[in-house]
């Protein structure tokens, strides 16, 4: 698919210029500018340049930015469905090469989602990957050199998984995992690097579609409570210490939608982390309306007022709270699959109400954002972004302003 066609400027004779343009200032390829308001959009789109992959055109789902080889510069974990996963490993000057090769096993299951962490305390990060369709979850032990092999039989649970997190759950001082399911939802344990299923003593019986799970101190007490963002209704579990969990009914609006994931901020600046759903309608049900929940300040969630977001049906599948504009509040940016924008900002105007303001971030591309990852991947002090695009070619733009 070809994101960066003619219909992103304004007429053929400018799309004429801007070729000659580009040519005599030594582009290789039209797409390192988006629209004729390149100049002034705060993102430049540098794929052709520094994304250094062929594996990259399909499929990606899920992706983490992190300095997996310990050199000083963010690199990057992608999970692929029914693909083999890919390490991009960065160069240092923001080019993003992908040593998947050499690195990891090539396996080829339907990973959904990523938790990396220093499981085995050894002192690197290890990569675990969960798996929706073929239920095979994966979890590679680093070498110490961003060299992965696989340990899968680890992890003694598989399921039909959507979504990963990773925390010391149990407050020992090592990194455990919860597991987001078709079903009932996994807590695991870890000792040494191996993981223990204490599903039944820590969490509540549950058989939602859970297809997102975030963690945060929802009720001021020290510890992580757990959002679980399902296919049907949203729930709160309350951390009642050392990570046994219990549902609280009250702590959300019941709401039937079809929720693909949920994200913490404090978008009014009252002090306490509210939340935004992304919803969607596939299948036929659910309400495609996203919300926007404000907490009252001891952990308890109502609608944000009516106007807060725009009310328009996005099918948004992902959302970040990100101070996009660099004004000191969190805006929303959304990745989506119908609506016109794949991407779209909502700008805060500092009291959490949102407007839509995408044409000075994008322009209208057409591709299906599921995942961002925000970081400074060229080192100059800027917000890049890399989005993870499902049946189309994964982009990275560099931040140019802020």
Do not use: W
């Not at 993981?195 to 003593?201: A, G, I, L, M, Y």
């Not at 660099?326 to 779209?344: A, C, E, P, V």
């Not at 990852?373 to 890399?386: E, P, S, T, W």
């Amino acid at each position: 698919m070809n994101l960066f066609n003619g219909n992103y400027f304004n007429k053929f004779s400018l799309t004429i210029l801007f070729v000659i343009t580009l040519t005599i200032l030594g582009y290789s390829k039209l797409d390192s500018v988006y629209s004729s308001k390149a100049n002034n959009l705060p993102f430049q789109n540098v794929s052709s340049s520094n994304l250094k992959s062929e594996n990259l055109g399909n499929n990606s789902m899920d992706g983490e930015a992190i300095d997996i080889d310990k050199d000083g510069d963010l690199d990057m974990i992608i999970a692929m469905e029914f693909r083999p996963n890919i390490i991009l490993i960065n160069d240092g000057k923001g080019n993003l090469i992908d040593e998947s090769s050499k690195r990891f096993p090539s396996n080829r299951h339907d990973s959904e989602d990523i938790a990396i962490a220093d499981f085995d305390k050894d002192g690197d990060d290890d990569i675990v990957f969960v798996s929706e369709d073929d239920k095979t979850n994966e979890y590679y032990e680093n070498n110490g050199k961003a060299v992965f092999k696989s340990v899968k039989d680890k992890i003694p649970v598989s399921g039909t998984s959507n979504a990963v997190k990773t925390s010391d759950i149990d407050d020992d001082g090592d990194y455990d995992l919860l597991i987001g399911n078709q079903g009932q939802n996994f807590i695991l344990i870890n000792n040494k690097g191996v993981f223990s299923d204490e599903t039944s003593k820590r969490l509540p019986k549950n058989e939602f579609t859970t297809q997102d799970l975030e963690l945060a101190d929802i009720d001021g007490d020290g510890d992580l409570d757990l959002l679980e963002a399902n296919e049907t209704f949203n729930q709160v579990l309350i951390n009642v210490g050392k990570g046994f969990f219990k549902y609280e009914k009250d702590r959300l609006p019941e709401v039937d939608d079809q929720t693909r994931d949920a994200d913490f901020g404090d978008v009014d600046n009252d002090g306490d982390l509210d939340i935004f759903f992304s919803n969607v309608s596939f299948g036929g049900f659910g309400n495609p309306q996203n919300r926007l929940l404000l907490n009252d300040g001891k952990g308890y969630f109502k609608e944000a007022k009516e106007g807060s977001i725009p009310k328009r049906g996005f099918q948004t599948v992902d959302a970040d709270f990100v101070d996009i504009d660099n004004d000191k509040d969190l805006d929303i940016l959304t990745g989506n699959r119908n609506g016109g924008n794949s991407m779209i900002v909502l700008i805060n105007d500092g009291k959490g109400k949102f407007t839509d303001e995408t044409e000075d971030f994008f322009p209208n591309v057409n591709f299906f954002a599921v995942d961002f990852q925000i970081a400074d991947f060229n080192k100059d002090g800027k917000r890049d972004l890399y989005v993870c695009s499902f049946r189309s070619q994964d982009i990275l733009l560099f931040g140019t302003k802020y």
